[in-house]
């Protein structure tokens, strides 16, 4: 595979360019962009810290896909930190490409696997208007679908939050609402993205829940004053399991490569 092959895939269908902040740092981060440039060992991350950055070097890694990047804002000065990864990757000749905020809102996105992986119905897109007025679907607007044992209930948030629990292993979640509620509308915004607007727009979309990565008492107070129940999932596993999800793609797309995963664990400890 050429490097202008998996861009072009990337940039067109994975992480759409189209659907980039305004000044947010995309695309090819490190590296030269020689289109020609064969491409056996892609690597897939969250973040780019040192430990991802071994590893790479290591395994001889071509491209790296990161949904972090190096650096997430203009450089000010360079600490230690930074000029430890520069030199490794100084070490080996490699590509990196940051997926950014278009991961979201694409079909192979955050916010479409939180959707499937919950088992809802992908009903319409949630989108907002980004810098250049285009229309950027963020989000999914999802309705049950019942398990067996769900159709003689109601699906309430708490049906949901046990689907959560156990499709997503996760062992604690964040919430606000009445457990016993009906619900049959839900929106779904992957990633690091919240904003007032959005929850109005949610209950102008007549949205019962709306789950997202980015949950503070500034929303969940919000939210309970128009009556939308709130869901914060952990915003690192669901990159991960998108990531996953990503790899299987790709080695089906491009079978003559290695797509390989560095699973990291989520920074944010619980203590119990």
Known sequence: ????????????????????????????????????????????????NLDVIHYAIKHKIDLILSYHGII??????FDKTLINKLNLLSRYPINIFILGSPFISSEE??????????????????????????????????????YPND??????????????????N????????NLNKELKKICIVGGYLNNILYLKKAEKKKCDCYISCNTNHKYITYGKEIGLD?????????????????????????????????????LLRIYL
Do not use: W
């Not at 997430?72 to 000065?77: A, D, F, H, L, Y």
């Not at 696997?113 to 999914?140: M, W």
């Not at 990531?243 to 664990?265: A, C, G, R, T, V």
């Open 230 to 266: 709130m869901i914060n999932l952990s915003y690192h596993n669901i990159i991960l399991l998108t990531l996953i999800k990503l790899q299987n793609y790709l080695s089906l797309e491009f079978p003559y490569s290695e797509f390989l995963l560095f699973e990291s664990d989520d």
């Open 72 to 77: 997430n804002s203009p450089i000010n000065n």
């Open 151 to 168: 159709k003689k209930q109601s699906f309430t948030l708490e049906i949901l939050l046990q689907r959560i629990k156990t499709n997503l």
């Open 170 to 177: 996760m062992n604690e979640i964040y919430y606000s609402g």
């Open 1 to 48: 595979m050429l490097l202008n092959e998996i861009l072009l895939e990337i940039e067109n269908h994975i992480s759409p360019k189209i659907f980039k902040k305004k000044r947010e740092l995309y695309g090819i981060q490190y590296g030269e962009k020689k289109k020609n440039k064969i491409i056996k060992k892609i690597l897939l991350t969250v973040d780019l």
């Open 109 to 146: 996105g955050i916010s479409e696997t939180i959707s499937k992986i919950l088992c809802l119905r992908i009903e319409n897109v949630f989108s907002i208007k980004n810098y250049n007025n285009e229309i950027i679907p963020i989000g999914r607007l999802c309705s049950p679908i019942y």
